[in-house]
């Protein structure tokens, strides 16, 4: 295997570091926060949208039913739809803020995140999910930052994962990369702290210590 082929991809994608890397996977959430804002008045679209057109799929009429606010802001359980009726997002709001477990889908039902929220921050285990439904990366979050152990896996080839782990938002301890074909063998393992690496060793596929590149 090309060692640096994985990392060479990472750059490519995320910049120079494993850290832009995961970083790449919060934009993935950033852009669907963009969205929130165009679809804030869902209900009242969807009410205007059923008192004008009979025809007006079931899902919409649910999403009437289920969404709701509260001194405008969203409250309660909320489901959202794509105009082909696949469901597009649902949780709970309150006070216009996340809360609890949250997922939103591709349009053609790939789910693409799972995680949960206080106060509108990401708390708890979040996971992120490439287009063909395969893991891209997941983890432990306090109110948007990382913290605690995390799975990494290149968005070009699933299979091939790292094992890392973050404090406060910076890499810490020991971060192990695995051969990609033989993915039992430990290909590196870095030991991080504060954000810097101050240790590394390799193997080969046998198993056999070798100088790091």
């Not at 890499?171 to 393992?189: F, Q, S, V």
């Amino acid at each position: 295997m090309n060692k640096g082929k994985f990392f060479i991809g990472c750059r490519k994608h995320y910049g120079n570091t494993i850290q832009n890397f995961v970083v790449g996977l919060l934009v993935l959430v950033n852009c669907f926060a963009c969205t929130n804002q165009a679809n804030q008045n869902v209900s009242k679209q969807a009410k205007e949208t059923v008192e004008t057109n009979t025809t007006e799929t079931s899902e919409y009429v649910d999403n009437l039913i289920l969404n709701q606010y509260k001194n405008d802001k969203k409250e309660g359980l909320w489901k959202e739809y794509y105009e082909n009726g696949k469901l597009k997002a649902e949780g709970s709001y309150a006070a216009g803020l996340k809360e609890g477990l949250h997922k939103e889908w591709a349009n053609d039902g790939v789910l693409l995140l799972e995680g949960y929220y206080k106060k509108g921050k990401a708390n708890g285990l979040m996971k992120w999910f490439q287009e063909k439904g395969l893991l891209a990366g997941e983890g432990n979050m306090i109110d948007d930052i990382r913290d605690g152990k995390w799975k990494i896996c290149d968005i070009r080839k699933n299979e091939f994962c790292i094992e890392a782990f973050f404090k406060d938002g910076k890499r810490e301890g020991i971060w192990k990369i695995y051969h990609e074909k033989a993915k039992d063998k430990l290909w590196k393992e870095q030991t991080w702290k504060n954000d810097k690496i101050v240790a590394e060793k390799c193997w080969d596929e046998s198993g056999n210590k070798i100088e790091c590149i």
